[in-house]
């Protein structure tokens, strides 16, 4: 294999490939932010932001910043000052939310799940009961770092029925497009999400849903520049409050036509198969899926005892390909590749092929010809 030709060459759950018509979209003269060709655009990306997201109306608003900025802003818009958050830890980004309540002055009460599992439900429940003051619950629905796809239907189903009052923030940075999402009828109260993952934009903006109950209280916000109580009425508009990132909504108006145009069912069931076809892969070489409830976003796998995730990770880089490993504690053992972005069963196959080569590169007796064969049967199986 030549080196530096392989593609895909972004095997991570973001950023992520991004197909050609949105790289064309990016390269376009840039509107000005309040000409009326731009004002149609973001509407029209707002609206088709909703479809996507499963939301009603054109409710959901685009914020210039990562997911990170937008989980900030559904925080410090929504939530009291000084109530309690309940935050659901799974993971390195259900961390990072608690983190973010408590710089924002939350008191904030930890529940935590096992490594590369879900969230006892009984034990929610006991928390949401003992919580004094209780204003918000955060939970991940795709917590990326462990792979695991949490049940945030069931965490919001209990949060209705044990605390009412309080809010269910939810981030689904790499679920949307991705899993399945009802905000509705799930009774979620914010919904958080990025460009980089699912929608297969480039980083930059962030997208957040709030429901009505969410915009209700009379919550004087946090922020500044992340208050979306600003940004409400121009979005409703067609504006926005400051100057948006325009490229990008370009490129992702282009991109949310073209999920629309698949259909958001098609678009789940195709990465569910290319994300079991990797999954597939890596256990016929000997990983384990460590996941117990896996994400179609990320495949997560432990690699075999001996071999170090990290090393694997620079084999695959030194044959082109940018394949995301473990965080934190799990570095040494997680790999977490991924086909999130622009991808079909081909990039699935060439990706098998990639994860039996760099493993070879690292443990030079890994089995030959056996990645590809077990894609191949996965996808044919959800086919």
């Known amino acids: 294999m030549t080196r530096g030709a392989f593609r895909p060459r972004l095997l991570a759950p973001g950023p992520v490939e991004v197909p050609p018509a949105v790289l064309e979209a990016l390269a376009r003269p840039v509107e000005h932010h309040r000409s009326p060709a731009f004002v149609a655009t ?16 054109d409710d959901v608003l685009i914020v210039t910043g990562s997911g990170t900025a937008g989980f900030e802003a559904a925080l410090a818009t929504a939530v009291p000052r000084g109530g309690t958050v309940l935050a659901l830890v799974g993971g390195k980004f259900g961390a990072r939310w608690a983190a973010m309540a408590e710089a924002l002055g939350h008191p904030v009460v930890r529940v935590s799940a096992p490594p590369g599992g879900d969230f006892d439900i009984a034990v929610v429940a006991e928390r949401l009961r003992a919580t004094a003051d209780l204003a918000a619950v955060t939970v991940v629905h795709s917590e990326t770092s462990t792979g695991v796809l949490h049940d945030v239907e069931a965490v919001a189903a209990v949060v209705r029925r044990e605390r009412p009052e309080a809010l269910v923030i939810v981030d689904a940075v790499t679920s949307l497009a991705a899993a399945e999402l009802r905000p509705r009828e799930w009774g979620l109260d914010a919904v958080v999400s990025g460009s980089q993952k699912g929608v297969m934009t480039p980083p930059g903006l962030a997208f957040v ?16 520049y992340l208050d979306l109580r600003r940004e409400r009425p121009q979005q409703a508009r067609g504006q926005t409050a400051y100057t948006p990132a325009v490229s990008l909504v370009t490129g992702l108006d282009v991109a949310l036509g073209m999920l629309l145009e698949e259909g958001p069912d098609a678009v789940r069931r195709r990465r569910a198969a290319l ?35 990290p090393d694997v990770v620079r084999a695959a880089r030194a044959r082109g390909a940018t394949l995301a ?10 790999l977490r590749p991924s086909l999130l972005g622009y991808a079909d069963r081909y990039d699935a196959v060439a990706a098998a092929q990639l994860l039996e080569d760099a493993l070879r590169d690292v443990v030079p007796a890994t089995p030959v010809g056996v990645a590809v064969p077990a894609a191949l049967r996965a996808l044919d199986a959800m086919a």
């Open 275 to 309: 994300n079991e076809a990797l999954l597939a892969a890596g256990v016929a070489l000997g990983m384990s899926r460590f996941a117990a409830r896996p994400s179609p976003a990320v495949a997560a796998l432990a690699v075999p005892a001996g071999v170090s995730a």
């Open 42 to 57: 973001f509407a029209r990306a707002r609206r088709r932001l909703a479809d996507v997201m499963a939301v009603p109306g």
């Open 325 to 334: 490993g473990g965080q934190d504690e799990l570095a040494p053992t997680l």
């Open 209 to 224: 849903w709030l429901s009505e109950r969410a915009w209700a209280p009379a919550v004087r916000p946090a922020a500044y």
